[in-house]
């Protein structure tokens, strides 16, 4: 998730594929550091196609509180990439 074509190829099967492989995919490599991924300037493309893909009021729950109680630091990571 963290190279550039990597990350682009991750992102086009969780487009495409089926609910249950999406929702290992979470399981499996997001959940756990969804602060940590998001903050990743490549990583963050699979995070916003994997969250579109969530079917799971739990896991939808987890995103928006991590999120929202994190808005903060994200905002301060963009801030100082568009500064650059």
């Known amino acids: 998730m963290h190279d550039a074509v990597g990350s682009r190829i991750l992102e086009t099967i969780v487009r495409v594929a089926s609910e249950q492989t999406v929702q290992l995919f979470f399981d499996t490599f997001i959940k756990d550091r969804l602060l940590e991924v998001a903050l990743d300037p490549v990583a963050t493309f699979v995070i916003r196609r994997s969250i579109e893909r969530l079917s799971r009021p739990d896991d939808v729950k987890l995103v928006v509180t991590t999120i929202v109680g994190n808005a ?11 500064l650059c």
């Open 72 to 82: 903060s630091q994200l905002i301060g990571i963009v801030s100082e990439r568009c």
